[in-house]
């Protein structure tokens, strides 16, 4: 069993920057894969940013590539998403996930825990 816990979401100008993290806790040696998630009103739930916890490997959807960079604290049992140059189309609340799949890290149903989300928003 896996407990997961977003922070650090916001209200910042576009073409700043936000720092998420999300804090894992229980049988964190299950999870092969951390991923970051968001959903917009009215939108469906869609893939930003995944690693894979042992090796570090790392994937990012195409909106977001150059501008977000996911990374892990193994020490602290927490992963990071940095966002820099940030866009009203970013505005959505984030969740990370657990589970997943190396090779699949874009799937949603590839993972097994969902933390509860952090909203955060862009404005022009």
């Known amino acids: 069993q896996v407990q997961l816990a977003e922070a650090g979401g916001g209200l910042v100008q576009a073409g700043g920057s936000l720092r998420l993290s999300c804090a894992a806790s229980?049988?964190?040696?299950?999870?092969?894969?951390v991923g970051w998630f968001r959903q917009a009103p009215g939108k469906e739930r869609e893939f930003v940013a995944g690693i894979r916890w042992s090796v570090g490997n790392t994937h990012y959807a195409d909106s977001v590539k150059g501008r977000f960079t996911v990374s892990r604290d193994n020490a602290k049992n927490t992963v990071y998403l940095q966002m820099n140059s940030l866009r009203t189309e970013d505005t959505a609340v984030y969740y990370c996930?657990?589970?997943?799949?190396?090779?699949?890290?874009?799937?949603?149903?590839?993972?097994?825990?969902w933390g509860q989300g952090t909203q955060v928003t862009v404005s022009s």
């Open positions: 996930a657990a589970g997943g799949s190396p090779w699949r890290m874009s799937v949603k149903s590839e993972y097994d825990y």
């Open positions: 229980g049988r964190t040696v299950v999870s092969t894969v």
